[in-house]
DNA sequence: ACATAGCGTTTGTCAAGGCGAACAACGGAC
DNA sequence: GTCCGTTGTTCGCCTTGACAAACGCTATGT
């Protein structure tokens, strides 16, 4: 899919949904409304400034240049859900949620027995991990720099190099938030 | 803090982080260098087609224009963390990560007790809220369609619509992961 | 020493983005 | 009906982004 195509959709349907007119939205982003045209036809190769001044002007995020997809329900109870054989470990992983193709977000619900490793490769670069313990102590993090985590705990590291997830105590909860570049 | 000035600190992170010269990725991306010089240099005002070239030759998301903290570590402990409150009431919530401005997504840990009712107003369009119950019980959704969850249940539901969290165990922790459009 | 190859910078040219004004289309006031 | 305000479009003009080429710089090899 082409950039301009994407701002188009998004441009037009941000804007009607912000009651806003061409004339408002171009006064407000101090653009000329001929350029908001153009864009909103689909035409043009819009500078950065121009899209920042009419995300600021929508009170948009900036990444609204990518289609949102429609929001649904989804409910994994305790034991429902997919599990997740990771190389043969009988390691007990459940994959919540992976985003929609857009949101490049994965959440694990993670379930550790005492003294089990699971040694993790490096993910692609530019992942990020964020691990909440829920209940239990672990071991958790990049190979060189490992935290032990008790429940409550957060912790956040680069994914993108080779990191471990180690029960100390029986066993430990933990939700596994991985953020994907795209 | 202006465009140009994120993009030009991004970039230069994002290509020697990469290991490419100016000129490898010039050619990758099907651009001149002189482009991209210019650019790291915080001159000029790019195109979003030449943005989505670099992005697609560096293979990195395309809010890699904001922030950016590169990544780093980091860890709050159970007790710790900025509580933030809310609107008054005693309910416990704290940031763990506010993403990125380029990532849009918080997490929280929310801390519930008895009887507690936390009324949230409609986020913006497009959020989506995944919750996990670390422990205890509690009602969460949205406010016409709640569910009742228990320990390491999982619930993901639109976050535009007012919606409720509330604890019916004596105290219940859950993670919230909020999830801004793009 | 010289030459070579790669790096990132600066320069000049050309195409294209952004602007403002003029434009037609629509609706409400009177 | 006519006027007025607003909508979104299309039209030259000027600025500027993107390109290619030439530049200086630092290693490296012979």
Redesign the interface.
């Known amino acids: 899919m082409t ?2 195509t994407l ?1 188009a959709r998004a441009l037009k349907r941000e804007r009607s ?1 912000a009651g806003l007119s061409l004339s408002a939205l171009a006064e407000r982003a101090g653009l000329a409304k001929s350029t908001l045209s153009q864009l909103e036809a689909g035409q043009g ?5 121009t ?2 001044a009419i995300a600021s002007a929508l009170d ?7 289609d ?1 997809a429609p ?9 429902e ?1 997919t599990p997740i054989s990771s190389e043969g470990t009988d390691l007990k992983a459940v994959l ?2 992976n ?1 929609p193709p ?4 994965d ?1 694990y ?1 993670f379930d550790l027995v005492a003294g089990m490793t699971r040694d993790a490769a490096a993910h692609p ?2 992942t ?1 991990e ?1 691990v ?1 313990v ?2 239990g102590r672990a071991r958790v ?2 190979k060189d ?1 490992p ?1 032990e985590l ?9 994914g ?1 190099v080779a990191h471990i997830y180690e029960a100390i105590s029986a066993e430990a ?1 933990l ?1 596994l ?1 991985m ?1 994907f ?2």
Not at 45 to 49: F, K, M
Not at 74 to 79: D, F, K, M, S, Y
Not at 102 to 105: D, I, L
Not at 150 to 158: A, E, L, Q, W
């Open positions: 950039p301009i701002i949904k190769n819009p500078s950065i400034e899209l920042w948009v995020p900036f990444g609204f240049l990518f949102t929001p649904e329900l989804t409910l994994v109870r305790a034991g859900g919540l949620s985003g857009g949101s490049r977000r959440l619900r670069q530019g990020m964020h909440l829920a209940s993090g990049p720099a935290e008790g429940p409550g705990d957060y912790f956040r590291f680069p993108d909860v939700f938030a953020e570049p795209r």
